[in-house]
């Protein structure tokens, strides 16, 4: 996405974590997304923050959010071989946030 | 039952020709939107229609015409297909518009191929 940006790579031990991390430019965003895409499939949405929370957690997944520095990260905890996908941040913008910004995925691969 | 389903899953098609990609959602949401993915995975939105309506209409190739016979359904018809066009295209849809929350349920992909 031109406006919000991830590293392309990441691969971790299986049962280690995994953070993901992405940066987005629009200040305005007001709620930001965590899509997970498997191989062959479409997306699927995994956990979404409002843009005035800094953390939201939910059973392996927590996410960060650093509104200050435009900085959100999606950690996954004892990463599992299923984990492996790719991951998309996105925000929503837009004066009724009609609209959705992609990043341009992480692909997380886990190692044995 | 499927909730976002397109038809056909894969496309492969000749330069010049003119080809349509059909959406249907049977989640009763309000809101259809197409992206294209490309090989970088790389993921744009195309268009958005709210119950018929075109909300979003990114910069996209005036060959490329989205319609909505009624809010359950979204197609892509695209003409004179060029090489370029060579992509998956998603389809989505959610209750509301994309923000606030509102969850995008994707399809499954149709993959073209423009030879």
């Known amino acids: 996405g031109e406006d919000v940006e991830q590293s392309l790579f990441l691969s971790v031990r299986e049962g280690d974590s995994s953070v993901i991390n992405c940066t987005y430019t629009?200040?305005?965003?007001?709620?930001l997304y965590w899509y997970k895409q498997e191989p062959g499939a479409g997306l699927q949405l995994l956990t979404y923050i409002f843009s005035n929370m800094d953390m939201k957690q939910d059973q392996r997944l927590t996410v960060l959010l650093n509104k200050k520095d435009k900085h959100l990260s999606l950690r996954i905890a004892d990463t599992q071989t299923g984990d492996s996908a790719i991951y998309f941040c996105?925000?929503?913008?837009?004066?009724?946030?009609?609209?959705?910004?992609f990043g341009s995925g992480t692909r997380l691969s886990i190692r044995p | 039952d499927t909730a976002v389903s397109q038809t056909p899953k894969y496309l492969v098609t000749q330069m010049g020709n003119d080809k349509s990609i059909k959406c249907e959602q049977n989640l009763g949401h309000d809101t259809m939107y197409w992206y294209k993915q490309d090989s970088k995975k790389f993921l744009k939105i195309m268009f958005s229609y709210n119950n018929k309506e075109l909300i979003i209409n990114e910069t996209v190739p005036n060959r490329f015409s989205p319609k909505s016979p009624d809010k359950a359904h979204l197609n892509l018809h695209i003409n004179s297909l060029e090489l370029g066009d060579s992509a998956v295209y998603f389809c989505?849809?959610?209750?509301?518009?994309?923000?606030?929350?509102?969850?995008?349920?994707f399809g499954p992909g149709t993959r073209l191929t423009v030879l």
């Open positions: 996105a925000e929503s913008r837009g004066s009724s946030a009609s609209k959705i910004i």
């Open positions: 629009d200040s305005s965003s007001t709620y």
């Open positions: 989505a849809s959610s209750r509301g518009g994309a923000g606030g929350g509102n969850e995008q349920f």
